[in-house]
């Protein structure tokens, strides 16, 4: 069966300071792969999405990139974190249609 | 995507099955009626979907009405861990770009013992 993970589970970052989360996805090949944020109280927010290694497409203008160096590994970086970057970070995947949601990393920039 | 409209709230007694509406008026032929559930500081979690038919899984039941303006989805017997916000969700899944996901305020259940 398939299985995502996402890490790490919590941050606490500064403001300015460099980021990356990792995401890995087991038991697929060539998935669709995704980025997304829920700030607090809110809906989600597509921020990247891919569909191959090297594929990476924007949905939203920010400080933050994404990247897929491998088949089933995707990660969200930025090199200096803002205060509004804080938020609940989701990583799915999907082959057929339906996606299937990481555990999630929190995010707070102080 | 089709607008969904979900009651912002229910309650449960446990043990009991639980009957979540969604409204969809909008929906095109090929757009799916897809529900997900999110429990408190967990990643959304995938129930159950379908296109006209009516579907069950381990999880739930999806019924959808003939016209497919409406569907209800059926939790057979609530647990006090399916205290979660529940989303009901219409698009089409063709490519990637299309796949994104959009959940409206969903329906926020509170099973009691």
């Known amino acids: 069966s398939q299985t995502i993970h996402q890490w790490p589970a919590t941050l606490v970052q500064p403001v300015g300071s460099p980021l990356s989360l990792e995401c890995t996805v087991e038991g697929t090949s060539n998935p669709n792969l995704y980025w997304y944020r829920q700030a607090a109280g809110r809906g989600l927010q597509l921020l990247f999405y891919?569909?191959?290694?090297?594929?990476i497409s924007s949905e939203v203008p920010q400080n933050l990139s994404a990247s897929r160096p491998q088949d089933r590994q995707f990660i969200l970086s930025s090199k200096k974190l803002l205060l509004s970057d804080s938020g609940f970070y989701l990583c799915?995947?999907?082959?057929?249609?339906?996606?299937?949601f990481g555990p999630g990393t929190r995010l707070l920039v102080l | 995507d089709a607008k969904t409209t979900q009651p912002p709230s229910m309650d449960c007694a446990e043990g009991r099955a639980a009957n979540l509406p969604c409204n969809h008026s909008?929906?095109?032929?090929?757009?799916?009626v897809y529900w997900y559930r999110q429990i408190h500081s967990q990643g959304p979690q995938y129930i159950i979907h379908g296109l006209k038919n009516n579907e069950t899984n381990e999880m739930a039941s999806l019924i959808i009405t003939e016209d497919r303006k409406s569907s209800t989805l059926i939790l057979p017997h609530a647990t006090l861990r399916d205290t979660a916000v529940y989303y009901c969700i219409v698009r089409v899944a063709i490519k990637a770009a299309d796949n994104k996901l959009t959940f409206g305020g969903g329906t926020r259940v509170l099973v009691k013992p």
């Open positions: 891919s569909v191959g290694i090297g594929q």
């Open positions: 799915a995947w999907s082959n057929r249609g339906t996606q299937y």
């Open positions: 909008t929906i095109s032929g090929n757009e799916y």
